[in-house]
């Protein structure tokens, strides 16, 4: 059971909008902390994709964006792309745990 | 180019240790907080261990308190984990990851990733 809850799995089909959802609560998202959010394609390592809620690493395009409202956050991809299927991590600090850093479940992404 | 690779991964028995270690290249390493992630085959990401960039602060997921101990040097820029106690819930892959610059928040997210090195506790 990850602290920050995020769907299974998402799909579109290229050229589609989808978005990413990432719910907490109030001693994570809620309490003010940054979301960051991880892509991982298969068999490869985690890349940062999206750092204090709303900016992007340099090479990342601006397809990619990010947003949070409340103890929420989302991640939304524009623009489809056949190489943006991955699992898609969101992440931010807790104040409750020990350690806090704390990850959300992951969600596939399947461009049809 | 920055990079950082893992090694020391392994097959080992319950209750076994086992040293990992992170060789990180292209940045200023002493600047930097380091952590260790993990992941078990086809689960999600799990947060382990860090360590400030002075090595003054060390914290650990409660899964690993008190088994496994993280350190640096800054003279080889390297981070190690040493697990000690380890369980068949330790079996997964390992990453390395560099804590970011961005608004003094190295503490809560990374960066950049190695590769991960696989740790496999089984009898």
């Known amino acids: 059971q990850s602290v920050l809850t995020q769907p299974p799995s998402v799909s579109g089909a290229p050229g589609q909008r989808v978005t990413i959802s990432c719910s907490g609560s109030s001693s994570n998202i809620g309490a003010g902390f940054d979301v960051q959010w991880y892509q991982q394609l298969p068999g490869t390592a985690p890349k940062l994709v999206m750092f204090?809620?709303?900016n992007r690493p340099s090479g990342v395009p601006d397809r990619f964006s990010g947003s949070k409202s409340g103890a929420s956050a989302s991640l939304a991809i524009t623009g489809l792309q056949a190489d943006d299927e991955a699992d898609y991590y969101c992440?931010?600090?807790?104040?409750?745990?020990?350690?806090?850093?704390?990850f959300g479940g992951g969600t596939k992404l399947t461009v049809l | 180019e920055v990079q950082l690779v893992e090694s020391g991964g392994g097959l080992v028995h319950p209750g076994g240790s086992l040293r990992l270690s992170c060789a990180a290249s292209?940045?200023?390493?002493?600047?930097?907080?380091m952590h260790w992630v993990r992941q078990a085959a086809g689960k999600g990401l799990v947060w382990v261990s860090r360590?400030?960039?002075?090595?003054?602060?060390?914290t650990y997921a409660d899964s690993v308190r008190g088994r496994f101990s993280i350190s640096r040097d800054d003279a080889k820029n390297t981070v190690d984990l040493q697990m000690d106690s380890l369980g068949v819930e330790d079996t997964a892959v390992y990453y390395c990851a560099r804590g970011g610059s961005w608004a003094a928040r190295g503490y809560y997210y990374m960066d950049v990733w190695g590769k991960g090195t696989t740790v496999t506790v089984s009898s």
């Open positions: 360590m400030k960039s002075d090595g003054s602060s060390a």
């Open positions: 204090g809620t709303v």
């Open positions: 292209g940045f200023t390493f002493s600047s930097h907080w």
């Open positions: 992440q931010s600090y807790d104040r409750s745990l020990s350690g806090s850093v704390v």
